[in-house]
């Protein structure tokens, strides 16, 4: 059997039990181990064992639970109600104010997160209801939220970032400084097209009868500032040769429980409780996906699947643009049917030493895989997004959700395009401040 088709197979085995609505960290186990045993016979269950607590092995990843239980004990608050509430005083009479308020909240709640399903929860679940009770389309109020959620993996501190650092050998610190900028850079274009899309359907919704003078505007900021604070202070830490990445996540967490307990007043055992319960369950989800895609990563190795799609790859004799339009396909077809975390773990080692040999820089390129997974966010088959979304707001039907949220993906889209045009925006930034990569 070719490797083509025992990868086709294998492939396909994935999406059958996908499609049955199996958890994604077992169905690539069970697809994995379907490969393991073709390879190598009855002797698979101990390099099961070995190869899966392998792949989570490595003290990098500790970084990860800090960065989730950081963003659990922000979402736990009303931190993300009072974002939500100081935007819209001050954007409240722009085209599509409500729209952009709901953006911007999703941008600066993704500096803190770094999770896209907790920045779309904790956003949509005060957002959706207003807009909708201003009379905005169900459809512009979800897909907003469902798209401005997409920032949590680009925007520092990105989980997906660190996953792909570990992927990759390349340095993760880097790495967040290379998402600021374009992250910056898409939200400001999630915002240009929220006005157009007003201008063009004409509706200027929750403006009559409301009014905030600027005292009211200027008595909203002091509740963000317990946020900026996160912020500033997990970057401080980061670069200013205080911690590691590791450190950097445990001591944010940190900080940001100091800081939501003083500011909010939060002494309920029962508020403690409910927010490491969530951030325990959405670490062990990831950690779950992350060993599972190492599996499955064994498995296509250990039936030179890999090994002959990168052959296949390398004998492109093309232009490297054109290599790079390839790469953007598969990545964004494959970030249709799996979650970031197992596409990056998948595909990052088998992508970047022909990246790189292509000339592209490697923080340039993680910026674009990215880009392309948040366009997998927010489209079907698998759209986490939009479930998440749908959870919030179920009286909105998926398809409202998957219109409202189309505009944005071609959105991305666009950005891509900038970034091939100008990839110094993703590389600036980490020159400047770490100096030019060796």
């Known amino acids: 059997m070719t490797p083509t088709l025992t990868g086709t197979l294998l492939i396909c085995a994935l999406l059958l039990f996908l499609a049955t609505g199996m958890p994604i960290a077992f169905a690539l186990g069970l697809a994995a181990m379907g490969g393991l045993f073709l390879a190598m016979g009855p002797d698979v269950i101990g390099v099961v064992a070995e ?131 374009p992250g910056l850079m898409l939200t400001a274009m999630f915002m240009c097209w929220a006005m157009i899309d007003a201008r063009r359907k004409g509706f200027r919704f929750g403006t009559e009868g409301v009014y905030y003078s600027l005292r009211d505007k200027l008595a909203a900021l002091p509740r963000i500032f317990p946020l900026i604070l996160v912020i500033i202070g997990v970057l401080y830490v980061l670069y200013g040769g205080v911690a590691t990445p590791s450190e950097a996540a445990g001591a944010g967490a940190m900080l940001t429980l100091v ?26 989800m990831i950690m779950m996906i992350l060993a599972s895609a190492e599996l499955f990563a064994f498995a296509l190795s250990s039936l030179y699947i890999t090994q002959s799609l990168a052959e296949t790859i390398a004998s492109l004799e093309v232009n490297r ?49 990215t880009i392309n997974m948040e366009i997998g966010l927010i489209t079907p088959p698998l759209g986490l997004n939009l479930f998440v979304i749908n959870g919030i707001a179920p009286q909105v039907p998926t398809r409202d959700i998957l219109w409202g949220a189309l505009p944005y993906a071609l959105v991305m889209v666009l950005a891509i395009i900038v970034l091939c045009a100008f990839p110094q925006i993703a590389t600036v930034l980490p020159d400047y401040v770490m100096g030019e990569a060796l």
């Not at 909010?264 to 409910?274: D, H, I, Q």
């Open 51 to 181: 190869t899966m607590f392998a792949g989570i092995g490595n003290l990098a990843f500790v970084s990860i639970p800090m960065f989730v239980l950081m963003g659990a004990i922000v979402a736990g608050t009303p931190a993300g109600a009072d974002l939500y509430r100081a935007l819209d005083r001050w954007m409240y009479k722009v085209p599509g104010g409500l729209v952009l308020s709901n953006i911007g909240a999703c941008a600066v709640f993704s500096g803190m997160t770094g999770s896209s399903p907790a920045t779309c929860a904790a956003i949509g679940k005060l957002g959706i209801p207003e807009m909708i009770n201003r009379g905005y389309p169900s459809s512009v109020a979800t897909g907003s939220i469902a798209a401005g959620g997409t920032l949590g993996i680009l925007l520092p501190p990105s989980v997906t970032m660190i996953i792909y650092g570990i992927a990759t050998e390349t340095s993760i610190g880097r790495l967040f400084l290379a998402g600021v900028l």
């Open 259 to 284: 800081v939501v307990v003083l500011a909010y007043r939060l002494f309920k055992m029962g508020t403690f409780r409910n927010i490491f319960s969530s951030g325990m369950r959405e670490s062990v």
């Open 321 to 369: 643009w054109v290599l790079m339009g390839v790469i953007n396909l598969f990545l964004l077809v494959a970030g249709m049917f799996l979650p970031p975390v197992a596409v990056i773990v998948m595909s990052a080692p088998l992508l970047f030493p022909i990246v790189v040999q292509a000339g592209f820089d490697p923080y340039w390129f993680a910026v674009v895989l």
